[in-house]
């Protein structure tokens, strides 16, 4: 035997003997290190849940990031509410009432804006129409001033009315205003008459849009950056519940959704949450049942619980001192740590009870198992730290708190537990095992069984080149959660805003000629930036607005009368009715007159008043658009007020400029292409395309750093510690042989890597190590392979493997993506380390057993 090896295990005797032989004293100082390690930790111990910092702020792409944000401190962890009515002006109304609500709560929200509605581009609005389309539009309305000119003096049903009285008295049959009032009338009929296709409320500007105008899809999107407290594990919790709060005082008819930064990565933790309690529930259960078929004793399983109850303390006060915080990653470390600890408890409790009870038994075990545990330790911390010379920064921190961690798991298990498994035990001498007889039908199968471990890691290293990397992180979402299923809506949107990029340029003429190169790129939509808010063709599009004022001012300066009066209102209908009475029978806006003249006669006051809110209440609103855009002047780069100018100029002079896809984007390969597309012309260009791409690309290049440095450790750990060759490759044999059958596997299944399942690859190098180890230095001492099949060591390596399994099985089961992938990729790994140490290694074992005698 090696002489580290040797070492290695009289110090893990000793140290079990020691405990062994004073229970109480390790019992005790153990639970005041614990409760010391909980206090520090609830104090010091911070929570960071930003995504934004997964990835090393030293990496290009988060540097072009960190200084977009710099530049514009209203961008990122945005809150987005997406509001839908059944109207433009309702959409309108209610996105207003929310930003008047969200300015109100300052200590929740900032940089409150609905890009759409700001004032500046409503003032303008019309200008930026095209000519011809602008000039259809105000021959609209002057052909109907007569009519508006009534309306904006009484905006109510006594107004509606005595408009409609006129238009029947003056209205040509043949023309084009007739066949556009009839329509207005028909549709206000069939809303009296309470048709359910009909309405619920009228809107006034799509009844008077020309064709190709825009604002009329009944929604409106309103963009702010919560107040955020990243030392929790919702930072915008707080700012969603009150928005939640706000939104249950509308009318059903108007929806609400919320998406944006702050949305999503706060209803995926909720989704990991979720799962992880599930999980959790499944994996305790699960757990605390193999424990008791693995170790069969009540004191043994209490044992074993101790010793996690009191590593995942330690480890929480390790994390305190050595990292400070918890990231979204690493937060999983106590699921890391139940899952390796637990090994090292049922290993050192089957082999001591192997040896009988007491002191010498214990110590038995330290010497037999201590040095395995030992091993296997540093190889799965040597996995987990793997991801220390990356720019992964998540799990970098990962890596250091789970690798201590299985430094103090190995510690407790060569101290606290032995110290339960002898307190108030009674000495008890080992069972006599009979003599283990050769099984010549299992030596038969050795070969066989040993070809066909080579033929199927020679398939899966095969297969392996071919694993695809997701390197979207919202893939990985919850697809059925709002704010998921609401970026994607967006996201398919015309233009594609949801993917939308943004660059920095130097100044307005650099913006400009920056827009021209991107035009003429592959995949490239609109390009936005402040100059093209300045509308063009101003002076002819002025003259229009102003020949038009002078048909409108009627409409424009009307000062709006007080509501009616129940009596105004039924004395309106009266006469309403008596006019269509007088009318002809055969004209089509006759007709819809008297259908609307009878439905209004049936209603009483109530029903009166209700409805004209229905057919009315939105009429201010459009009457004020209407003379809000007839304030238009000239607008030149100097006239955009400063609330607009600072979301497109930073304070030192540098513009902004938006980029959108061509067309909607529905795969990685496409939402690369676009972000590359853009990087040509921007190579600084920033947004959810680039940052996912490069992060995606920084993550993988992690996962090749990271599992070449842990072979590479791993190996020379292996090779310092074991020396001879051939206890080395059936080490490192079955660890390869599990890793290309997981990576193949995959590959068949379909299960692609992604950025939240590559945790499973240190957790591969520390379960496969671990295993193999065991397996390989018991094989030492009993030297027949019979023996060592017939001894606890495969029985502690079945269901310290199966232990594993259950604390991540559940996860298969969680509704968030990378959770579930998580789950499904580690039960591959399982079985596939399963079947290299309890079936493949001992069969190479035999393979090799008689050469290694000959030596």
Same mark, same amino acid.
Request: net charge negative; hydrophobic share 50%; aromatic share 6%.
């Given at each position: =035997?090696?002489?580290?090896?040797?070492? %290695?295990?009289?110090?893990?005797?000793?140290?079990?003997?020691? *405990?062994?032989?004073?229970?109480? /004293?390790?019992?005790?100082?153990?639970?005041?290190?614990?409760?010391?390690?909980?206090?520090?930790?609830?104090?010091?111990?911070?929570?960071?849940?930003?995504?934004?910092? =997964?990835?090393?702020?030293?990496?290009?792409?988060?540097?072009?990031?960190?200084?977009?944000?710099?530049?514009?401190?209203?961008?990122?962890?945005?809150?987005?509410?997406?509001?839908?009515?059944?109207?433009?002006?309702?959409?309108?109304?209610?996105?207003?009432?929310?930003?008047?609500?969200?300015?109100?709560?300052?200590?929740?929200?900032?940089?409150?804006?609905?890009?759409?509605?700001?004032?500046?581009?409503?003032?303008?609005?019309?200008?930026?129409?095209?000519?011809?389309?602008?000039?259809?539009?105000?021959?609209?309305?002057?052909?109907?001033?007569?009519?508006?000119?009534?309306?904006?003096?009484?905006?109510?049903?006594?107004?509606?009315?005595?408009?409609?009285?006129?238009?029947?008295?003056?209205?040509?049959?043949?023309?084009?205003?007739?066949?556009?009032?009839?329509?207005?009338?028909?549709?206000?009929?069939?809303?009296?008459?309470?048709?359910?296709?009909?309405?619920?409320?009228?809107?006034?500007?799509?009844?008077?849009?020309?064709?190709?105008?825009?604002?009329?899809?009944?929604?409106?999107?309103?963009?702010?950056?919560?107040?955020?407290?990243?030392?929790?594990?919702?930072?915008?919790?707080?700012?969603?519940?009150?928005?939640?709060?706000?939104?249950?005082?509308?009318?059903?008819?108007?929806?609400?959704?919320?998406?944006?930064?702050?949305?999503?990565?706060?209803?995926?933790?909720?989704?990991?949450?979720?799962?992880?309690?599930?999980?959790?529930?499944?994996?305790?259960?699960?757990?605390?049942?193999?424990?008791?078929?693995?170790?069969?004793?009540?004191?043994?399983?209490?044992?074993?619980?101790?010793?996690?109850?009191?590593?995942?303390?330690?480890?929480?006060?390790?994390?305190?001192?050595?990292?400070?915080?918890?990231?979204?990653?690493?937060?999983?470390?106590?699921?890391?740590?139940?899952?390796?600890?637990?090994?090292?408890?049922?290993?050192?409790?089957?082999?001591?009870?192997?040896?009988?009870?007491?002191?010498?038994?214990?110590?038995?075990?330290?010497?037999?198992?201590?040095?395995?545990?030992?091993?296997?330790?540093?190889?799965?911390?040597?996995?987990?730290?793997?991801?220390?010379?990356?720019?992964?920064?998540?799990?970098?921190?990962?890596?250091?708190?789970?690798?201590?961690?299985?430094?103090?798991?190995?510690?407790?298990?060569?101290?606290?537990?032995?110290?339960?498994?002898?307190?108030?035990?009674?000495?008890?001498?080992?069972?006599?095992?009979?003599?283990?007889?050769?099984?010549?039908?299992?030596?038969?199968?050795?070969?066989?069984?040993?070809?066909?471990?080579?033929?199927?890691?020679?398939?899966?290293?095969?297969?392996?080149?071919? *694993?695809?990397?997701?390197?979207?992180?919202?893939?990985?979402?919850?697809?059925?959660?709002?704010?998921?299923?609401?970026?994607?809506?967006?996201?398919?949107?015309?233009?594609?805003?949801?993917?939308?990029?943004?660059?920095?340029?130097?100044?307005?003429?650099?913006?400009?000629?920056?827009?021209?190169?991107?035009?003429?790129?592959?995949?490239?939509?609109?390009?936005?930036?402040?100059?093209?808010?300045?509308?063009?063709?101003?002076?002819?599009?002025?003259?229009?607005?102003?020949?038009?004022?002078?048909?409108?001012?009627?409409?424009?300066?009307?000062?709006?009368?007080?509501?009616?009066?129940?009596?105004?209102?039924?004395?309106?209908?009266?006469?309403?009715?008596?006019?269509?009475?007088?009318?002809?029978?055969?004209?089509?806006?006759?007709?819809?007159?008297?259908?609307?003249?009878?439905?209004?006669?049936?209603?009483?006051?109530?029903?009166?008043?209700?409805?004209?809110?229905?057919?009315?209440?939105?009429?201010?609103?459009?009457?004020?658009?209407?003379?809000?855009?007839?304030?238009?002047?000239?607008?030149?780069?100097?006239?955009?007020?400063?609330?607009?100018?600072?979301?497109?100029?930073?304070?030192?002079?540098?513009?902004?400029?938006?980029?959108?896809?061509?067309?909607?984007?529905?795969?990685?390969?496409?939402?690369?292409?676009?972000?590359?597309?853009?990087?040509?012309?921007?190579?600084?260009?920033?947004?959810?395309?680039?940052?996912?791409?490069?992060?995606?690309?920084?993550?993988?290049?992690?996962?090749?750093?990271?599992?070449?440095?842990?072979?590479?450790?791993?190996?020379?750990?292996?090779?310092?510690?074991?020396?001879?060759?051939?206890?080395?490759?059936?080490?490192?044999?079955?660890?390869?042989?599990?890793?290309?059958?997981?990576?193949?596997?995959?590959?068949?299944?379909?299960?692609?890597?992604?950025?939240?399942?590559?945790?499973?690859?240190?957790? /591969?190098?520390?379960?496969?190590?671990?295993?193999?180890?065991?397996?390989?230095?018991?094989?030492?001492?009993?030297?027949?392979?019979?023996?060592?099949?017939?001894?606890?060591?495969?029985?502690?390596?079945?269901?310290?493997?199966?232990?594993?399994?259950?604390?991540?099985?559940?996860?298969? /089961?969680?509704?968030?993506?990378?959770?579930?992938?998580?789950?499904?990729?580690?039960?591959?790994? %399982?079985?596939?380390?399963?079947?290299?140490?309890?079936?493949?290694?001992?069969?190479?074992?035999?393979?090799?057993?008689?050469?290694?005698?000959?030596?």
């Amino acid at each position: =035997m090696a002489r580290q090896n040797d070492h %290695i295990a009289v110090f893990a005797a000793g140290i079990a003997r020691f *405990s062994a032989r004073r229970p109480l /004293l390790v019992i005790l100082t153990a639970v005041l290190l614990s409760a010391l390690s909980l206090v520090v930790s609830v104090r010091h111990l911070g929570i960071n849940t930003d995504n934004f910092d =997964m990835i090393s702020a030293e990496t290009p792409f988060r540097q072009a990031a960190i200084e977009y944000r710099d530049a514009f401190p209203w961008h990122g962890d945005q809150l987005v509410v997406v509001i839908d009515a059944p109207t433009p002006e309702q959409a309108e109304i209610a996105a207003a009432g929310v930003m008047t609500h969200m300015r109100a709560q300052e200590r929740l929200f900032s940089h409150v804006r609905a890009p759409a509605m700001d004032p500046f581009l409503r003032r303008n609005g019309l200008l930026h129409m095209e000519a011809e389309q602008l000039q259809d539009f105000l021959d609209r309305l002057a052909a109907a001033q007569g009519l508006l000119a009534v309306l904006a003096e009484r905006p109510d049903l006594v107004g509606l009315l005595d408009m409609l009285d006129l238009a029947l008295e003056q209205a040509d049959p043949e023309s084009v205003q007739a066949v556009q009032l009839t329509d207005l009338v028909a549709t206000i009929a069939a809303m009296a008459e309470g048709d359910p296709d009909a309405p619920a409320m009228l809107s006034w500007r799509r009844q008077l849009a020309v064709e190709g105008q825009g604002g009329l899809d009944g929604r409106q999107i309103v963009i702010a950056k919560p107040v955020q407290d990243f030392a929790t594990l919702s930072p915008a919790r707080a700012a969603i519940e009150d928005l939640r709060a706000h939104f249950a005082g509308y009318p059903d008819a108007i929806g609400f959704r919320l998406t944006g930064d702050a949305a999503l990565d706060t209803e995926e933790l909720d989704s990991v949450k979720l799962g992880g309690a599930w999980a959790g529930a499944l994996s305790a259960s699960g757990i605390l049942v193999l424990l008791f078929l693995g170790l069969r004793g009540v004191r043994d399983v209490l044992a074993a619980i101790a010793v996690l109850a009191a590593g995942l303390s330690l480890s929480l006060g390790f994390a305190t001192l050595t990292v400070g915080q918890l990231n979204l990653l690493s937060v999983a470390f106590a699921v890391l740590f139940i899952g390796l600890a637990v090994d090292f408890s049922i290993h050192f409790t089957l082999r001591a009870r192997e040896s009988g009870r007491g002191v010498a038994a214990v110590r038995d075990a330290g010497r037999s198992v201590g040095a395995s545990l030992v091993l296997s330790a540093l190889a799965a911390a040597i996995g987990f730290l793997s991801f220390l010379p990356t720019p992964y920064r998540g799990l970098a921190e990962l890596g250091v708190i789970a690798g201590g961690s299985m430094v103090i798991a190995v510690a407790l298990n060569l101290t606290l537990l032995p110290a339960l498994l002898t307190l108030g035990a009674r000495p008890r001498e080992a069972e006599p095992r009979p003599p283990a007889k050769p099984d010549r039908r299992t030596g038969r199968l050795a070969r066989p069984v040993v070809a066909l471990g080579a033929v199927l890691g020679l398939g899966g290293a095969i297969l392996t080149p071919f *694993s695809d990397f997701d390197f979207n992180p919202l893939l990985l979402k919850d697809p059925d959660s709002e704010s998921v299923a609401t970026f994607f809506e967006l996201a398919r949107d015309d233009d594609g805003g949801g993917y939308a990029l943004e660059g920095l340029t130097a100044g307005p003429e650099a913006a400009a000629r920056a827009a021209e190169a991107l035009a003429e790129r592959p995949g490239i939509g609109r390009v936005l930036h402040l100059g093209r808010v300045i509308p063009d063709n101003q002076p002819e599009k002025l003259a229009a607005l102003q020949n038009a004022a002078l048909f409108l001012f009627p409409v424009l300066t009307a000062t709006p009368a007080p509501p009616p009066t129940d009596a105004e209102r039924r004395q309106a209908v009266d006469d309403f009715d008596a006019a269509v009475s007088a009318a002809p029978d055969s004209e089509a806006l006759n007709d819809a007159a008297r259908r609307l003249a009878v439905a209004l006669q049936a209603m009483d006051a109530a029903g009166l008043a209700a409805f004209e809110t229905r057919v009315t209440g939105l009429l201010p609103h459009w009457l004020a658009d209407i003379r809000t855009a007839f304030d238009a002047g000239p607008v030149t780069a100097d006239d955009v007020p400063a609330d607009f100018r600072q979301y497109w100029v930073t304070d030192d002079g540098r513009y902004r400029v938006q980029i959108f896809p061509a067309d909607p984007i529905d795969s990685n390969s496409e939402l690369r292409a676009f972000a590359e597309s853009a990087q040509t012309v921007l190579p600084q260009a920033t947004g959810t395309p680039a940052i996912v791409t490069a992060a995606g690309e920084a993550v993988l290049d992690s996962f090749r750093t990271a599992t070449v440095v842990a072979a590479v450790l791993v190996t020379l750990l292996i090779g310092m510690v074991l020396r001879r060759p051939l206890d080395i490759l059936l080490t490192l044999a079955p660890l390869l042989l599990a890793a290309v059958m997981t990576l193949g596997a995959a590959v068949l299944l379909g299960e692609a890597l992604n950025f939240a399942n590559v945790i499973v690859l240190p957790l /591969l190098f520390g379960l496969g190590v671990a295993s193999s180890i065991h397996l390989v230095l018991r094989r030492r001492r009993l030297e027949d392979p019979d023996r060592l099949m017939r001894s606890s060591t495969p029985r502690a390596v079945l269901f310290s493997s199966l232990t594993t399994l259950a604390s991540f099985g559940g996860l298969a /089961l969680a509704p968030h993506l990378g959770m579930a992938s998580m789950g499904r990729l580690l039960t591959i790994a %399982i079985i596939a380390i399963l079947f290299a140490t309890l079936i493949f290694l001992p069969a190479l074992i035999r393979v090799t057993g008689r050469s290694e005698m000959s030596q």
